[in-house]
């Protein structure tokens, strides 16, 4: 089982970019995914979790700019980010829980200056 993020990259401040993870392998149950971040010198974070009814939950300072979706038909989870702002600077991890394993994407670098 894989977990592959893409979309990361460099933003101006109030500017939107838009996470996309996918899974992939021998999947037989997805429960929570989720995306976690780590900014230098901090720990890593949550961001926003959702179930796999759709329940969603997320982050203090994230929310209200910030949506997570989730595919299950294609085992895929997205964060649309949006107004921006130099403190969401942060590797993003992608998060799932497969087959009852927690497993972490490699990670892809939001930058967020201007």
């Known amino acids: 089982v894989q977990l592959q993020a893409s979309g990361g990259g460099l933003v101006q401040p109030g500017g939107s970019l838009t996470l996309s993870c996918a899974a992939s392998?021998?999947?037989?149950?997805?429960?929570?995914m989720g995306w976690y971040r780590q900014a230098p010198g901090k720990q890593r974070e949550l961001v926003a979790v959702i179930t796999g009814g759709g329940i969603s939950n997320y982050a203090g300072p994230v929310k209200g700019r910030f949506t997570i979706s989730r595919d299950n038909s294609r085992n895929t989870v997205k964060l649309q980010m949006n107004s921006l702002k130099p403190e969401d600077t942060a590797v993003y991890y992608c998060?799932?829980?497969?087959?009852?394993?927690?497993?972490w994407g490699e990670g892809t670098q939001v930058t967020v200056s201007s």
């Open positions: 392998g021998s999947i037989f149950s997805i429960n929570d």
């Open positions: 998060n799932g829980v497969i087959n009852k394993i927690n497993y």
